[in-house]
């Protein structure tokens, strides 16, 4: 479940599509992690 206090407009799977964070939605590379993402720590499976 993803944190209702951020709003992500994709699904985790799309997320990870983009390179995005599943989680929060953010583009760690570019712009790091929400500052209230549960799992900031968390690395992609390649
Ligand atoms: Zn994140």
Redesign the pocket.
Known sequence: MTDPKIRVLFTPSQLRSFGR?P??G?H?PTQD??PD?P??D?QEDT
Request: net charge negative.
């Open positions: 964070c989680d929060c953010h760690p992690h929400h993402c799992n900031p968390a």
